[in-house]
C-alpha cells in the first residue's frame, strides 16, 4: 500500500493485526467489521456486535505521522497498515519572516525559502524560529516552531 492511499485521520494499533472473514483482529478484539454496511471505518464500528479494539490515538496529517514512534495503524478506510521510518531528511532552523493570517489558516514564509507554508491555525507570538525538514536539498514540511535558533539535526520519516 501506498502513503498517497492512506485516508487521514488514521488511528495507531499497538499490536500487529490481521484480517479474518471481513474483521480486522487486533489483541484479540475487532478494529473494524467490513460485514457491516458503511463505507468508513467509523460506521462500521457503530453497528459491529463485537469487542471493539479502542483507538485512543488519532493522528490527523502526514506531519504527525511522521513524528508517531509507531508502526501499526489503520486508516479511515479501515486500511491496516505498517509505517516503517526509512529516509533520513536534515531538519534546519529558519528565521520566520512574516505570518499574513487568511480565512482558513496561516501563511508562514520564511528566510532562506522562496515559497511559503501554509499552517491550520494561527502561531504562537513568541515563535521566531521554524524547523523545516529537507528531502534531499528541498525544503519539505516545516516539523515545528521554536523560540530560539537550535542546531541542524535530522530525522527519519
Known amino acids: 500500500m501506498q502513503l498517497n492511499d492512506v485516508r487521514f485521520p488514521i488511528f495507531v494499533l499497538h499490536d500487529e493485526c490481521e484480517e479474518q472473514d471481513g474483521l480486522l483482529w487486533c489483541d484479540g ?5 467490513r460485514n457491516q454496511k458503511g463505507d468508513t471505518l467509523g460506521k462500521r464500528r457503530l453497528q459491529s456486535p463485537h469487542q471493539l479494539y479502542p483507538l485512543k490515538r488519532m493522528i490527523e496529517d502526514f506531519t504527525a505521522l511522521i513524528k508517531h514512534r509507531g508502526n501499526n495503524y489503520v486508516d479511515s478506510n479501515g486500511k491496516y497498515f505498517r509505517y516503517t521510518k526509512s ?61 530560539n535558533k537550535k542546531r541542524k539535526t535530522w530525522r527519519k520519516i
Open 29 to 33: 478484539m475487532v478494529v473494524d467489521d
Open 87 to 147: 529516509i533520513k531528511g536534515d531538519l534546519i532552523c529558519h528565521k520566520i519572516k512574516k505570518t499574513e493570517s487568511k480565512n482558513i489558516g496561516t501563511v508562514v514564509w520564511l528566510e532562506g525559502i522562496p515559497s511559503a507554508f501554509t499552517e491550520k491555525r494561527p502561531l504562537p507570538a513568541e515563535m521566531r524560529y521554524a524547523r523545516v525538514l529537507y528531502l534531499g536539498k528541498n525544503p519539505f514540511l516545516v516539523y515545528d516552531y521554536c523560540t
